[in-house]
Every structure is written in C-alpha cells, then in structure tokens.
C-alpha cells in the first residue's frame, strides 16, 4: 500500500485548503482511511477517520465543523477540506491506512498500518 499526501501550503486564518491523499496498492475494502496531524511540540493527533466502507466518519473535537473528510473511490483518494484555518492548526499532516479498524480504535495511529509522507499545512498572516 502506497499513500501519498497532497495539497498543504500556507494560507491566512479564516482560510481554506484540501488536502489530497492518493491510494495504491490494495483495494481498501475494509480498511480506514485516516488524518492525523503533528507538530514538533506535540506528538502525532487524530483528526479525522473515514471507513472506505460505507463512508462513516469520526473527527477530533478540535475540527468539527470546520473540517470535512471524503473519498472518491473511483480515484482511490480520500480528502480532508479544510475550512476556517486557525494558527493551531498549523502542522504536518499525514494521510494514513488501517484495515479492519473498529471506531474505539480510529483515534489511535499505532492502529495505522500505512502512512504517506505528509504535507505542511502553515497558518499565519
């Protein structure tokens, strides 16, 4: 399984971006398709999850309604929009794989069996 993480750059407070994470290697029935996001201060944090199954999604307190995770299976890609941006959300962002994750379990990035590169996202005026 390969991931790899598009789509970050630097925007102003109140801005948007969307990420991009392409898909490869699997057909990902089954598996759950992650967000997590880290900075030098903090260790790796969940902040969104969607089953490439049916498409339930969980996210982080920290980016309900401002955040919006998706997938388009033809293009075996998942996306994160990303709305509203404040400083603190200023970090590497990681797209990541889990097959047969239950939901007590998507928060958690041990669970994750693959990870993309990652992709700064920068907050600032």
């Known amino acids: 399984v390969q991931l790899q993480a598009s789509g970050g750059g630097l925007v102003q407070p109140g801005g948007s971006l969307r990420l991009s994470c392409a898909a490869s290697?699997?057909?990902?029935?089954?598996?759950?398709m992650g967000w997590f996001r880290q900075t030098r201060e903090k260790e790796r944090e969940f902040v969104a999850a969607?089953?490439?199954?049916?498409?339930?999604?969980t996210y982080a307190d920290a980016v309900k309604n401002r955040f919006t995770i998706s997938k388009d299976t033809a293009k075996n890609t998942v996306y994160l929009q990303m709305n509203n941006l404040k400083v603190e959300d200023s970090a590497v962002y990681y797209c990541?794989?889990?097959?047969?994750?239950?939901?007590?379990?998507?928060?958690?990035?041990?669970?994750?069996?693959?990870w993309g590169q990652g992709t700064q996202v920068t907050v600032s005026s």
């Open positions: 969607i089953k490439w199954s049916g498409g339930s999604r």
């Open positions: 290697g699997s057909t990902f029935n089954g598996y759950v």
């Open positions: 990541a794989a889990g097959p047969g994750l239950i939901t007590s379990t998507l928060s958690d990035p041990i669970k994750y069996s693959y």
